[in-house]
């Protein structure tokens, strides 16, 4: 397989625009979406047929059942290990909904959880009187360091932990190993918000051994928006409630989620059909080939100053950059630099403030070559940035 532009026909993208940009919404191929439109219209052909044996639990075996089962093999699961949901953001309030959590219990989370992760907790600790623990990483970061810092702060009133496989903002892979063999010790669960796993790093959810794993298909396996998995062990599925109660709700989990209500479940049934795109690119010259950009972009970005966050080997398919700068970033100094790639540039990539600093993060793919990256380090090293130190 040739990765690069010549892949891009595969993808409905603007062939005008560098886009570095693929963790934030993913890019859906065209022969997933041809798919997805042929299961759309077998459900407007007959929708009491569709929803009756491709979707309801009721009837027995269905349709989206084993398409959860193909998923869930490729994950090192089974079917029944395995719920669909809309995306990460829904399966991980399902969680909280389900857990009970009283005055002085703590749901632990880190300064690169995921802004809605970070506003549910809040919410849901608004409810129960528990209160969010939040572990901070420094940054440039460190693997070892990261694991010491959530060992530190972990103690008996932590009841949940909701723990990064890849973090959004900093791209950062963690070492879950370490830290959810540090969490079973002091008898916490552990909730693993794997948005950004599923066809970015390897995954045996088996060997992973969390309570729970949700992660989106809809960005690094190329399945339609609004497609993603909620895994829980055998022990934690009991507890595991949809956020929508309907006719199924006495059959616990995962054919509890599976039919709440008349929705368009196309994304889901559509999930086979982008696994198979997956394996065809070839998952591990994929891997090779983004691990190769990745590289390639830290070299062509470092004569401007700009330096990883972390140690290389603790990024997959993203990676994020600090950008130098004379004074501490803004909030709004993102969106500037966005704005100025976008109308000045057509690249798409991911500017961010964390804390007082400015970064970027860049996603490359197998659509993505080394002229796009080129383009990016030639863009910012004319247009420059908010307070930047040149």
């Not at 940009?21 to 007959?46: T, W, Y």
């Not at 009756?52 to 027995?60: A, H, R, T, V």
């Not at 993505?368 to 090293?381: G, Q, T, Y």
Request: aromatic fraction near 8%.
């Amino acid at each position: 397989m040739t990765f690069g532009r010549t892949l891009r026909p595969l993808w409905g993208l603007a062939d005008d625009v560098v886009f570095l940009n693929h963790g934030s919404f993913g890019a859906c191929p065209r022969e997933v979406l041809k798919a997805q439109d042929v299961i759309r219209a077998r459900m407007e052909a007959q929708p009491d047929l569709f929803f009756g044996n491709e979707i309801s639990p009721g009837e027995g075996p269905t349709t989206l059942r084993a398409a959860a089962s193909e998923i869930a093999h490729f994950v090192g699961a089974q079917g029944e290990d395995i719920a669909f949901v809309e995306n990460a953001t829904a399966g991980i309030q399902a969680v909280l909904r389900s857990l009970s959590f009283a005055p002085g219990d703590q749901i632990l989370l880190t300064d690169h959880t995921y802004n809605a992760m970070r506003l549910m907790v809040e919410a849901r600790c608004a409810e129960t009187g528990a209160t969010p623990l939040t572990v901070t990483f420094a940054l440039p970061a460190t693997s070892a360091d990261i694991a010491a810092r959530i060992e530190a702060a972990l103690n008996p009133r932590v009841k949940l932990a909701i723990i990064d496989h890849i973090t959004s903002p900093s791209a950062l892979v963690l070492p879950l190993p370490r830290i959810i063999g540090a969490l079973r010790k002091n008898g916490t669960r552990v909730l693993i918000d794997g948005a950004h796993g599923i066809g970015q790093v390897p995954l045996d959810l088996t060997v992973l051994a969390p309570d729970w794993y949700v992660t989106n298909l809809h960005k690094w396996l190329f399945a339609p928006k609004g497609c993603a998995i909620l895994y829980a062990s055998k022990e934690a599925a009991a507890l595991t409630q949809p956020n929508v109660v309907s006719h199924f709700i006495g059959l616990g989990f995962p054919q509890a989620f599976d039919y709440t209500g008349t929705r368009d479940n196309t994304a889901w049934l559509a999930a086979p059909a982008a696994l198979a795109f997956f394996k065809k690119l070839g998952e591990d010259a994929l891997r090779a080939y983004q691990a190769r950009l990745i590289d390639l972009c830290t070299d062509m970005l470092a004569p401007l100053g700009i330096t990883p966050v972390a140690e290389r080997g603790m990024c997959a398919a993203m990676r994020t950059f600090l950008l130098p700068q004379r004074r501490a970033a803004k909030t709004e100094d993102a969106a500037t630099l966005d704005r100025a790639l976008w109308d000045q540039e057509r690249i798409q990539a991911r500017p961010l403030v964390h804390g007082d600093k400015l970064m970027m993060r860049v996603s490359t793919q197998a659509y993505v070559d080394e002229d796009d990256l080129k383009r990016l380090a030639d863009a910012l090293a004319r247009l420059g940035w908010p307070g930047w130190a040149r």
